[in-house]
């Protein structure tokens, strides 16, 4: 195998590693992955993964979990790359935000620890959340990677979803302050709301919430005032570049479009007239400031987004009545 082609992908069954393990393996690298109990002759359905192209000979499953974080030593042994994306999501509040985030970190760092050991990895690319730079109790119109959420105010105001901020927050801080005492080459990218086709065989999370007025689904986490989307297939593309890139450097915001609520539903009212759009009103969170999210970081390294809004909604329709879910 050439240098430098062995990574490892955490969290393989999730929505942004699934693509991002198909699109590396198209592009001629041996990939590592974890997935949480899985053994040999489960009956947990990976067929998408282990039937994408190329992965019968490159592509290489381990069971790994969040609540032992010694787990992930064996895929990263001997990577030239390691992609975190792995990350717990309970939005049910199952759990604490204090455990979520303790276990979140504690597995970061472990993984971290690994890739130090390993003395192979050259580079780590963790995956992190636009909710790590957006929510703070100040007028900003323009959001760049020097914001950080303010923790606080995400616990006072209790946003859907708190618990996750929270933790990615504290989590992405964790793994910078690492990496820079310990000497590793990690980047972070930052991406917004992320939408378009997927390869498992159920909804992420994401994309039902971005077709919460074509499904009507008001249980869905809501839109924001202006809601910054990007197209799965460019966050993988850009956690790939970022980590060709020699230059690259801390964090990336990735985010492609932004639209306010009304304009959106406007766009799909007229883009899809075959669905019943609701009022844009009851799908918005009034406790979410007006933001704008920069990504002239990212687009000075000379990348480049390939794909608009329409591209998003139509491959996110047809890959669900693909898979029978619309």
């Known amino acids: 195998m ?49 039937n994408l192209p190329g992965a019968s000979d490159r592509l290489h499953i381990f069971n790994a979990d969040f609540n032992n974080p010694d787990s992930f030593d064996a895929a990263i042994a001997g990577c030239n790359g390691v992609f975190h994306v792995a990350h717990p999501i309970d939005f049910e509040n199952k759990e604490t935000e204090e455990t979520i985030s303790n276990k979140s970190v504690k597995t970061m760092l ?16 963790y995956t992190s959340s636009a909710s790590t730079v957006m929510f703070k109790n100040e007028e900003i119109d323009v959001v760049s990677e020097s914001s950080w959420s303010d923790v606080e105010y995400i616990r006072n105001v209790n946003f859907f979803g708190s618990s996750y901020y ?15 005492k310990n000497s590793l080459d990690l980047v972070t990218v930052i991406p917004t709301w992320i939408h378009g086709p997927f390869v498992g065989s159920t909804c992420p999370g994401s994309v039902s919430s971005s077709l919460s007025m074509i499904i009507g689904s008001k249980k869905q986490i809501r839109y924001y005032p202006n809601t910054p989307f990007v197209h799965i297939d460019d966050v993988a593309s850009a956690h790939i ?7 690259a450097k801390g964090r990336y915001i990735c985010s492609a479009v932004e639209i306010t609520t ?16 609701p009022s844009a009103d ?13 990504s002239k970081k990212l687009l000075d390294t000379g990348f480049k987004y390939k794909y608009g809004l329409e591209e998003m909604f139509d491959g996110a329709i047809e890959c669900c009545k693909e898979k029978g879910l619309l």
Do not use: H
């Not at 570049?241 to 230059?247: A, D, K, R």
């Open 2 to 50: 050439e240098e430098g082609r062995v990574v490892c992908v955490t969290g393989g069954t999730g929505f942004v590693a699934s693509w991002l393990i198909m699109k590396l393996l198209q592009l001629g690298y041996s990939v590592n992955t974890t997935i949480r109990s899985y053994t040999a002759g489960s009956k947990k359905d990976i067929s998408y993964l282990t």
């Open 110 to 125: 472990g993984i971290l620890k690994a890739c130090v050991k390993s003395k192979t990895v050259k580079r780590v690319v």
């Open 166 to 180: 929270i933790s990615k927050t504290i989590t992405e801080k964790a793994a910078l302050e690492f990496a820079e």
């Open 241 to 247: 570049f970022l980590f060709e890139y020699p230059e």
């Open 262 to 277: 009304d304009k959106l539903k406007e766009f799909l009212s007229k883009r899809y007239p075959e669905f019943q759009i």
């Open 282 to 294: 009851p799908l918005t969170d009034p406790a979410v400031k007006f933001v704008s999210l920069s």
